[in-house]
Every structure is written in C-alpha cells, then in structure tokens.
C-alpha cells in the first residue's frame, strides 16, 4: 500500500510563497514519477506538475516560471515551491504517484488526502 501525507499548505497574501511537501511510503517511490495536481471549488481536478525519478519535468502552463517541482528519493519526498502566488491559485492541493514514469499525460495510481492553499488578494 502506498500512502501519500502532504504539508505545507496555508494561507499566503498575493505575491507570497509558499514550499508543499509529499512523504511517500513504501520503496515504490524511487522507481515512479511523481506530481500535483489541484482542486478549487466548482473546478474539476487539474495536473499542476510532475517529475520522473531522474528529475524530468512538466508543468501545466498556468504555473510556468513561477513553481518548481523536485524530489529527494533519498527522503522519499516531493516538493512543490510556490513562488508569486495568485487569487486564483487557492485550491486544494493533492500529491499523487504513479506506476511507471510517464508525465505526459500524468495519470496518477495513488493519491494524497490534499492539502488546502488559500491567497488572498
């Protein structure tokens, strides 16, 4: 069983930053990309970023330039660094896995409870 626990999240002014971070269990975490994916109210569920374990990335264009994804396979943890956030930012954040190591499309096997970033205009 794989388990996803994210942190990090809260509530930052436009123009903040903001640094998630995803502690996954299990050894399948090396072998397997990992990502983000967010939910604001009313929206469907849309990818923010992934990473493969060698550390290949894509982001969703909405976020280009101002997040940065990365991993530490040694700490079995994923980060998301939010910098230069916006109103339209706030949703709820999820970390997700998969099996394998596409990210494009990232479709995820596994995935957190989510966490909640709210920014304020």
Do not use: H
Not at 5 to 10: D, K, L, N, P, T
Not at 23 to 35: C, D, E, K, L, P
Not at 62 to 70: A, C
């Amino acid at each position: 069983q794989v388990q996803l626990v994210e942190s990090g999240g809260g509530l930052v002014q436009a123009g903040g930053s903001l640094r998630l971070s995803c502690a996954a269990s299990g050894r399948i975490f090396s072998f397997n990309a990992m990502g983000w994916y967010r939910q604001a109210p009313g929206k469907q569920r849309d990818v923010v970023a992934a990473i493969t374990s060698d550390g290949s990335t894509n982001y969703a264009d909405s976020v280009k330039g101002r997040f940065t994804i990365s991993r530490d396979n040694a700490k079995n943890t994923v980060y998301l660094q939010m910098n230069s956030l916006k109103p339209e930012d706030t949703a709820v954040y999820y970390c997700a896995a998969r099996l394998g190591q596409r990210i494009t499309p990232f479709i995820p096997n596994y995935w957190g409870q989510g966490t909640q970033v709210t920014v304020s205009s």
